[in-house]
């Protein structure tokens, strides 16, 4: 997204003492968690909005009939996760945060109609099958000593295929076509997940001690949150029982 992840600081921390190196691990492990305590409370948020957005009559008939309505709050997150991605480099530490948390709570209202469409019980498996997954795949892009940098640029063409193939799918509304798509964006986002983890990690390294911490630890968050949403919905493709 932007630039964020190049903000061009220098760090302050040096890695050459033995002190040095407990700082830094140390500050490592506080910035990761602090990540994965964005990126899963953003999460548990959405799902919590979605599932009483569902539950209600207003939002049963807003995802029913909601005409214009509904394709607000379907596009809404699209726009703000653009904001946030272009203007971090500008903004506010409490200003991305705001950003993310409202982002969460849209999306929330967007992925309501899952409710609608998928049995509880399915939803539920699929959502502890992309839990596994995904802690197993981010936790290998934490841990492994292999360079990942090179598989980015076949995800994020894989990506743009990806997204090419679901807007001819829109007008060609093939069952067949879709499974596809479902198989190539679990695996696609399954890549990112690790991909992503070691790209957040690495970017420790280059904010630490600066201004912009604060504000990587909310994009290494919406990055990873997107990944396990994603995977979640192809996945659903899948796993889901339809009501």
Do not use: C
């Amino acid at each position: 997204m932007a630039n964020w992840s190049d903000p061009r600081m220098t760090t302050n921390a040096s890695p050459t003492s033995i002190g040095g190196q407990a700082a830094v691990h140390a500050g490592l492990r506080s910035y990761m968690l602090s990540v994965y305590n964005y990126m899963a409370s953003g999460v548990l948020l959405t799902g919590l909005v979605a599932m009483l957005f569902a539950n209600s009559t207003i939002g049963q008939n807003i995802l029913t009939h909601g005409g214009a309505l509904r394709w607000l709050i379907i596009l809404a997150p699209l726009g703000l996760v653009m904001w946030l991605g272009m203007g971090i480099n500008r903004m506010s530490e409490n200003t991305a945060k705001t950003i993310f948390w409202v982002y969460a709570t849209l999306m929330g209202l967007s992925m309501a109609t899952v409710f609608l469409i998928y049995t509880r019980e399915s939803i539920a498996t699929t959502f502890f099958a992309t839990a596994a997954a995904f802690a197993s795949l981010s936790l290998y892009g934490y841990t492994t000593k292999k360079d990942l940098s090179g598989f980015g640029t076949f995800l994020i063409m894989g990506l743009v295929g990806l997204l090419v193939a679901s807007l001819l799918n829109i007008f060609f509304q093939s069952s067949t076509m879709s499974l596809v798509i479902s198989f190539i964006g679990v695996l696609l986002f399954a890549g990112l997940t690790a991909y992503d983890t070691q790209k957040i990690k690495s970017m420790y390294f280059m904010v630490q001690g600066s201004d912009f911490l604060g504000k990587a630890v909310v994009m290494g968050a919406l990055t990873l949150y997107l990944d396990f949403i994603n995977m979640f919905q192809f996945l659903l493709s899948f796993l889901g029982n339809r009501e």
